[in-house]
């Protein structure tokens, strides 16, 4: 459907702003379910990791305007942490760029996204500008965003990648250290880089599309 709305110049991507968070562990393990290697042999790669690893939860918005974020969560993301994000953070930040009420927002399909209260906040703010799983079922408005859709999420094809690429290459002592390696990171993505990212997207859906849903990640870099 989001495909249609960008041929038809029903949506500028320009105004959308893609949501996700993430953890970053302090010993620098991976989550595997956002880490992939392709190749036709066993690469016979391991990585060891703690069994109680301190670690922080960033969450950040993106778009080829900018970076929200990071915006650091402690423990597991709830419904209300993630409205306090949106309604304390987010949103004032997005605020102070021109044409707000142009402005769509993204956000995947974790459950704590797709509560009545949230979708309430969304409401408010956004109105129909929403790209959300669920959002259109309790509304009647918005875009739905696909379930285990990672391939496409900016934030995971893109923004977390590119930061754990860096942050860890002086090796954070402390999860001070660590925040500031992240922050410091998200302030370096120039927004020429941002809008290569955003054009990206369109293109995955593209090659997803013309794949019939199929993995792209060996086709789309």
Known sequence: ?????????????????????????????????????WGSENPHYSIEKSLHPLRVTVWCALSSAGIIGAIFIDGTVTSSQYIEVLKDNFIPAIQSYPGFDQMWIMQDEARPHRTTDVFAVLNEYFDERVIALGYRDKTGKGIDWPPYSLDLNPCDFFLWGCIKDTVYQNNPKTLNELKNAIQMEIQNISTETLEAVIANFVNRLRHIIFRDGRHIEHIVV
């Open 1 to 37: 459907m989001i495909i249609n709305w960008i041929d038809n110049n029903e949506i500028d991507m320009s105004t959308v702003w893609f949501s996700d968070e993430a953890h970053f562990h302090l010993d620098g393990y991976v989550n595997k379910q956002n880490w992939r290697i």
